[in-house]
T-cell receptor
Framework: DTAVSQTPKYLVTQMGNDKSIKCEQN?????MYWYKQDSKKFLKIMFS???????INETVPNRFSPKSPDKAHLNLHINSLELGDSAVYFC?????????????FGPGTRLTVT | EDQVTQSPEALRLQEGESSSLNCSYT??????LFWYRQDPGKGPEFLFT???AGEEKEKERLKATLTKKESFLHITAPKPEDSATYLC???????????FGSGTRLSIRP
């Protein structure tokens, strides 16, 4: 049973396109996150949702828009893709907010913008 | 600015050769310190959370310790399957931030 799943696993697209990455967790957690891992392997938090409410919104271009239709899903939509958006994007979930607790990560989506 | 620095960047050990990974941080305040393991092509996997200086936690061949300024991940008699990148993270000075280090790439030779 997959705890945190992401689709697609790989995404290759051209500059200027709009794309979405989907994330689902079946752990019953109430908090979900999006992270970006760059080529130097630094993981940076982008967004966090608790019970469908945005609680963390780091300094991210407004071309990135998260959407949480319910507690089990957190999608990431990216408009007007740029070369610098190429990275691996991870979704994660945890129980509880305010502290980061134990997070469960998805397998990642490798985005390549050409 | 809050920072988390891990050293060494890469470490190659012989099977059975014990060593330690370091995580130092400039974040003030008493908040959580996390260790994760990341295998190539996969998402990080949670290992430990530490909150108080002096706290220690163990899991199989791994032991994490915490002081006021740094954390160590000690690996005792490692095996090849312990090869991975180990990430350290610290909750930031505000409750809404978590900061990851760039990791230590650990390789264990049989």
């Amino acid at each position: 049973d997959t705890a945190v799943s992401q689709t697609p696993k790989y995404l290759v697209t051209q500059m200027g396109n709009d794309k979405s990455i989907k994330c689902e967790q079946n752990l019953g957690h109430d908090t979900m996150y999006w992270y970006k891992q760059d080529s130097k392997k630094f993981l940076k938090i982008m967004f966090s949702y608790n019970n469908k409410e945005l609680i963390i919104n780091e300094t991210v271009p407004n071309r990135f828009s998260p959407k949480s239709p319910d507690k089990a899903h957190l999608n990431l939509h990216i408009n007007s893709l740029e070369l610098g958006d190429s990275a691996v994007y991870f979704c994660a979930s945890s129980q509880g907010s305010g502290n980061f607790y134990e997070q469960y990560f998805g397998p990642g989506t490798r985005l390549t913008v050409t | 600015e809050d920072q988390v620095t891990q050293s060494p960047e890469a470490l190659r050990l012989q099977e059975g050769e014990s060593s330690s990974l370091n995580c130092s941080y400039t974040v003030s305040g008493l908040r959580g310190l996390f260790w994760y393991r990341q295998d190539p092509g996969k998402g990080p996997e949670f290992l430990f959370t530490l909150y108080s200086a002096g706290e220690e936690k163990e899991k199989e061949r791994l032991k994490a310790t915490l002081t006021k300024k740094e954390s160590f991940l000690h690996i005792t008699a490692p095996k090849p399957e312990d090869s991975a990148t180990y990430l350290c993270a610290r909750e930031g000075s505000s409750a809404s931030k978590i900061i990851f280090g760039s990791g230590t790439r650990l390789s264990i030779r049989p």
